[in-house]
């Protein structure tokens, strides 16, 4: 199957810095990769649809200049947590599609201190 | 609005039998059905997707059916081993660029 790929998989950071996580798909190209964000023992949300060359679609509820998203290339998709709060701790997963078949990065797990 | 059920949120079962998870939608038509398997702090892995012209899928000791009339996909495991004890989620689509909804997911454990 396809691989995903996430970086970093653990982060730690202040109150009030900024966090990137990227997410790149390694053996395939993906004009399109989606943002979760999960909770303990909650389903995945789904933060925003991230387009290569285009601006990212948020859902409902997330603030898009918190969570700034990039979709340079076809390959590589990254979220920036800006001014990170506490309660932005969590784990975020990103996913590429192939064709029909949707491919999830191992996730990274978020904390502000 | 579209809703996703997954039968329990919890299934436990003997080594060896059988393990059906049952996934139900309502309020849309998708045009295929992704299944995934997720551990503790882990992405989910996928496992198969099926389409709405096709009634049954299989690999290895999985199978999945999509029935489009009663709006349910049904998910087994055969032989179970304690191995597959993990949180399965299902993922109805639209397809093309529409996105993928997931479901609450099921935790399944399987008994030595």
């Known amino acids: 199957g396809a691989v995903v790929s996430q970086h970093p998989s653990r982060v730690i950071c202040k109150s009030g810095t900024s966090v990137k996580i990227e997410c790149r798909s390694l053996?395939?190209?993906?004009?399109?990769m989606f943002w979760y964000r999960q909770f303990p023992k909650k389903s995945l949300m789904l933060m925003a649809t991230?387009?290569?060359?285009?601006?990212?679609?948020?859902e409902q509820g997330v603030e898009k200049d918190k969570f700034l998203i990039n979709h340079a290339s076809l390959t590589l998709s990254t979220l920036t947590v800006t001014s990170a709060h506490p309660e932005d701790s969590s784990f975020y997963i990103c996913s590429a599609r192939n064709r029909d078949e949707q491919y999830f990065g191992p996730g990274t797990r978020l904390t502000v201190t | 609005s579209q809703k996703i059920e997954q039968n329990s949120e919890a299934l436990n079962i003997q080594e060896g039998k059988t393990a059906t998870l049952t996934c139900n939608y309502t309020?849309?038509?998708?045009?295929?059905l992704q299944w995934y398997r997720q551990d503790p702090g882990r992405g989910p892995v996928f496992l198969l997707l099926?389409?709405?012209?096709?009634k049954e899928k299989r690999k290895e000791r999985l199978k999945v059916t999509f029935d489009t009339t009663l709006k349910q996909s049904l998910f087994h495991i055969t032989a179970s081993q304690p191995a597959d004890s993990a949180t399965y989620l299902c993922a109805p689509s639209g397809g093309g660029y529409q996105k993928v909804t997931f479901g609450t997911g099921t935790k399944l454990q399987v008994i030595p």
């Open positions: 991230s387009n290569e060359g285009s601006k990212a679609t948020y």
């Open positions: 099926i389409r709405e012209n096709e």
């Open positions: 053996d395939f190209q993906a004009t399109t």
């Open positions: 309020n849309y038509s998708p045009a295929y």
